[in-house]
Nanobody, 124 residues
Framework: QVQLVESGGGLVQAGDSLRLSCVASGRTFSNYAMGWFRQAPGKEREFVAA????????SYADSVKGRFTISRGNAKNTVNLQMNSLKFEDTAVYFCAAAVRFSTATSADTYSYWGQGTQVTVSS
């Protein structure tokens, strides 16, 4: 079993930046692609960004491309999401997820493990 714990959420103003982090623990953490998803009130969970096991490949939702950057820490069991130029519509609970695969994945169904989420609130 893999446990994922997110941190770094908070309340910011439009235009500010935040950095989310996710740490995985549990069974040997190998060959996992990682992703970030978000869910706003009354909306379905949506894909934000993903990174391959090696970190050499990334994918982004069009709504965050150019503003958000996903990266893996030196230890493969961490993944970060740098969020710049935040907008009111970025307000959501952000979830970290892990998929047993090498390459990136944009579908939530591909991910086997999920964190509890961290709240990001952007005031306009």
């Amino acid at each position: 079993q893999v446990q994922l714990v997110e941190s770094g959420g908070g309340l910011v103003q439009a235009g500010d930046s935040l950095r989310l982090s996710c740490v995985a623990s549990g069974r040997t953490f190998s060959n996992y692609a990682m992703g970030w998803f978000r869910q706003a009130p009354g909306k379905e969970r949506e894909f934000v960004a993903a990174i391959s096991w090696t970190g050499s490949s990334t994918s982004y939702a069009d709504s965050v491309k150019g503003r958000f950057t996903i990266s893996r820490g030196n230890a493969k069991n961490t993944v970060n999401l740098q969020m710049n130029s935040l907008k009111f519509e970025d307000t959501a609970v952000y979830f970290c997820a892990a998929a047993v695969r090498f390459s990136t994945a944009t579908s939530a169904d591909t991910y086997s493990y999920w964190g509890q989420g961290t709240q990001v609130t952007v005031s306009s």
